[in-house]
């Protein structure tokens, strides 16, 4: 059995490993981002920002001896209103 390589492909594709990664990224981003209406993607960035900050506080209190029990289940900043959008559930 032969290795596919691109000469070898029939139809329209791409290397990504060609495209610089901040350029890649950019371009999944401008497509999904095309497809939310906007305010669901300053919905998504709000609740994305609480959590990195509930990680790093969590990060920056973590010990060796810090277990499960320790860990707050619900952050302090994020209330049902940011969990939920229009009439939406919690499940973004």
């Known amino acids: 059995m032969r290795a596919a390589t691109a000469k070898d492909w029939i139809g329209d594709s791409v290397e990504l490993d060609a495209i ?16 939310l209406p906007p305010d669901h993607l300053a919905h998504i960035d709000h609740v ?23 860990v707050d289940d619900e952050p302090e900043d994020l ?11 919690a499940d973004v």
């Open 79 to 89: 209330d049902e209103e940011d969990l939920e959008h229009e009439g939406g559930d």
């Open 20 to 35: 610089p990664p901040n350029v890649l990224r950019q371009m999944v981003q401008t497509a999904i981002e095309r497809h």
């Open 48 to 70: 994305e920002r609480i959590e990195r900050e509930t990680l790093a506080e969590i990060i920056a209190n973590w010990t060796p001896e810090t277990s499960a029990e320790d």
